[in-house]
């Protein structure tokens, strides 16, 4: 009988220092950002996604700039093949390889929309209307994204970095600290286009 209750309470005992000692909300705050992550990786696949029907309705109006088609199609590829996995996220090189290939993206659609203005019957088609809306929205989703990942990964980071919270992550969990998404500085000035001109 004893011999049961010390079990008991060695158990309890464990139990509670497993809760106080932070393991759970570590792993916890970890799997927030992953999950933060797959919304910015989704709202970049909806951009992505968007792209080849916009190109095909510029098309439509403009084929003779198939120059700048053909970047906006090219650097749509390349945005697109850069995949990062769980274990990216903690890789500066792998965030940064993300982020050029992205702002590759937006810099071949801004020269797009400058095309597009060359193009009077073009900016009142309304596919071309309907596109430039979704895409419009999808930049406010990723950008709204991004910002929640970063939430993320500030509390992750103080998460492991917190006593007693560092010592199970040094002991136990052996978690890097993630990295932030950030912006090219070119990004922080996004030209905006007035198609109702």
């Known amino acids: ?7 008991y309470m060695m158990l309890f005992l ?3 220092l497993i809760s106080g000692c932070g393991y759970n909300t570590i792993q916890q705050n970890e799997e927030t950002v ?5 919304d910015v990786e989704s709202s970049l696949q909806r951009r992505a996604d968007l792209i080849p029907n916009l ?7 403009a084929s003779h700039e198939k120059e700048t088609l053909e970047a906006v199609i090219e650097a749509r590829s390349k945005a697109t093949s850069v995949q990062l996995s769980q274990e990216d996220l903690g890789s500066a090189e792998a965030m940064e390889r993300l982020r050029q ?3 590759g993206l937006s810099s071949a659609l801004s020269r797009l929309m400058v095309v597009v203005e060359r193009y009077p019957d073009l900016k009142a088609s309304q ?3 309907d596109l430039q809306n979704q895409l419009e929205g999808t930049e406010n989703r990723i950008n709204v994204a991004r910002q929640r990942y970063n939430q993320a990964v500030e509390r ?10 560092n ?3 040094k002991l136990m969990l052996h978690l890097d600290r993630k990295e932030y998404f950030q912006a090219e500085e070119t990004a922080k000035h996004v030209p905006s286009v007035n198609f109702t001109q």
């Open 1 to 7: 009988m004893i011999k049961h209750m010390v079990r």
């Open 14 to 16: 464990a139990l509670g």
């Open 34 to 38: 992953f999950k933060a992550w797959g």
């Open 55 to 61: 190109v095909e309705t510029v098309k439509g109006y």
């Open 101 to 103: 290939m992205q702002g």
């Open 127 to 129: 596919n071309f209307l």
């Open 156 to 165: 992750f980071n103080f998460s492991i970095r917190k006593f007693p919270n």
């Open 167 to 169: 010592l199970t992550n």
